[in-house]
């Protein structure tokens, strides 16, 4: 038993803390701009921010709308293609294409008779042309939308039930998605002209998948949660955060659990350079870890950031940026305390240092975080009665 102890506490002292900073660092105030109406999804290529909409017409469409830096339109598309469509997940690959992600039925013609011509119609009477049926929305479904606007591809893959896709990742050879199919976590790839891999299965219902980094290597990596056994290793905790790296194959190359005794953990938000965030719960204690990992998932940092709700993470510009919701003082940042759940953006230089905090009044739950270097970090997040906005980390 002993030996045991020793060896966790060895093992927990290998875990780099983030450094404290040498002092406070002051919340400065962001900026929150409204986006076009239904906006669910948000993307920055340059100058040009992207929203994603999915409306009803018809049909069930996916509406994209770029504008500028001074809220003009530069362009807008709808995806339509006579049935229902509609898109859960967006990215852009290394040549600003956007990637689009979802589910979509396909176009079911209906049987007609043969027409008989010269037939006596005496009252003039127009006979309108029958509407085309739905089909169930079980095709897995990708576009790319080029970066003014042209739709390049659709590509749908049949699967035997409705996919929900969580996540997607690109790049210059192809994409990976993530997603639930009948409650199982699944992931897929596929090529830049849109054909499809095998679609794999990770573990049960007991497992979960939030993030995907498609890698330059051809491997991917996955960042969830799993409540079961996976690749041969148990569950430490009550639910544990998993980071899985697939081979160029797809099978599963090494895993890695982040546990807490008696209390669950989870990956809600990663990229390709392993910065990852996500819920560590202990009894009535919520705290959002963000860890930065190498590629052998070996953490380099970590920081624990008492917390509420949920988070994003994103790394750019030689900085790793946390968004989160938060209610109560954090070490290291004065002038913050909030009344109520409020959303902060939090900075940390490459050693995990906290070198700046931003607030941004009225919003509440992180939804994604992007960088250009035209605009620097932006994000869309959602206020309490759901609505969203679009921020920025420079104040008007």
Do not use: C
């Not at 994003?312 to 109560?328: D, F, I, K, P």
């Not at 906005?389 to 104040?395: D, P, R």
């Amino acid at each position: 038993m002993k030996r045991v102890l020793l060896i966790a506490l060895a093992a927990a002292l290998s875990i780099p803390a983030a450094a404290a900073a040498p002092k406070a660092i002051p919340v400065q105030l962001g900026s929150i701009y409204s986006p076009p109406a239904g906006t669910e999804l948000f993307l920055q290529s340059g100058k040009s921010s992207i929203f994603i909409a999915n409306i009803n017409g018809k049909s069930a469409d996916i509406q994209v709308t770029a504008l500028d830096l001074s809220g003009n339109q530069l362009w807008q598309r709808i995806i339509d293609s006579g049935a229902d469509e509609i898109a859960t997940a967006a990215t852009l690959d290394p040549q600003g294409n956007i990637w689009l992600a979802g589910s979509a039925a396909l176009v079911t013609a209906i049987e007609t008779s043969t027409p008989i011509t010269g037939i006596d119609n005496p009252d003039a009477v127009i006979i309108e042309t029958p509407p085309v049926l739905r089909g169930d929305m079980k095709n897995l479904a990708l576009w790319k939308i080029s970066t003014t606007g042209e739709i390049l591809g659709s590509y749908l893959s049949p699967l035997k039930s409705v996919p929900l896709v969580t996540a997607l990742s690109a790049t210059n050879s192809g994409v990976a998605v993530i997603g639930s199919l009948d409650s199982k976590p699944f992931v897929i790839t596929a090529t830049t002209s849109g054909t499809y891999g095998k679609l794999i299965s990770i573990g049960t219902s007991k497992t979960e998948l939030n993030a995907v980094a498609r890698n330059s290597d051809g491997t991917i990596s996955l960042f969830g949660s799993s409540a079961e056994t996976l690749a041969g290793k148990k569950v430490a905790g009550i639910r544990d955060g998993v980071l899985i790296k697939l081979s160029k194959t797809s099978s599963i190359a090494s895993l890695v659990r982040s546990s807490v005794l008696k209390g669950s953990r989870s990956w809600i938000s990663g990229d390709a350079t392993n910065l990852l965030s996500g819920p560590v719960i202990t009894g009535k204690s919520v705290e959002t870890a963000i860890t930065k990992f190498n590629s052998a998932f070996a953490p380099t940092w970590t920081l624990r950031i008492p917390s509420v709700g949920p988070s994003a993470t994103l790394s750019a510009n030689g900085n790793s940026y946390l968004a989160l919701t938060s209610r109560a003082a954090i070490t290291g940042i004065s002038g913050w305390k909030p009344s109520q759940p409020s959303l902060l953006v939090i900075t940390f230089d490459s050693k995990g240092v906290i070198k700046a905090a931003t607030a941004l009044p009225g919003l509440v739950n992180p939804i994604s975080l992007h960088y250009s270097s035209t605009r620097g970090v932006t994000g869309l997040a959602s206020a309490a009665d759901g609505t969203v906005s679009i921020f920025t980390l420079v104040s008007r």
